[in-house]
């Protein structure tokens, strides 16, 4: 029990009557009523920061070569049908096709950068399916 700190003796709590008697003494400060902004004159508010978001933006058409230009393949890689053309050219599994139809675009268009999309406008044109789209997916007025 010697390394025990002693008992420290209890604070005493004033009354509402003492502590006016000090307010009264000139003893106590008197509670702030509002902030207190002697000093901050010259202080320019900060702007709050844009809000960040994170999200898919898509996928740069840079990397399939400058001679597709106005082929819009960021549109195309997220297409059902533009999907189901290269499922069947490449006999790859349609679970998983966002894994893979990147790599597989960029390899055909190596091949022959204008083929591949002269023959997916071809197999569009053929399959029927799409009359009222375009091959973007847009809907044909008529």
């Given amino acids: 029990m010697v390394d025990q700190a002693p008992d420290k003796p209890k604070r005493k709590r004033r009354t509402k009557a003492e502590m006016e008697a000090a307010r009264v003494a000139g003893m106590e400060k008197p509670k702030a009523q509002g902030v207190n902004t002697q000093g901050f004159e010259g202080l320019v508010p900060v702007k709050k920061p844009p809000t960040q978001g994170v999200g898919v933006i898509g996928i740069n058409d840079s990397v399939f070569g400058s001679d597709t230009s106005g082929v819009r393949w960021e ?61 973007y997916g847009e809907l044909i007025d008529g």
């Fill in 75 to 135: 549109v195309l890689i997220h297409m059902p049908k533009f999907q189901m053309f290269c499922i069947e050219r490449s006999k790859l599994s349609y679970e998983n096709v966002m894994d893979w139809i990147i790599d597989f675009a960029i390899a055909e268009l190596n091949k022959d950068n204008c083929q591949f999309f002269k023959d997916y406008k071809e197999w569009h044109d053929t399959k029927g399916y799409w009359k009222n789209e375009t091959i």
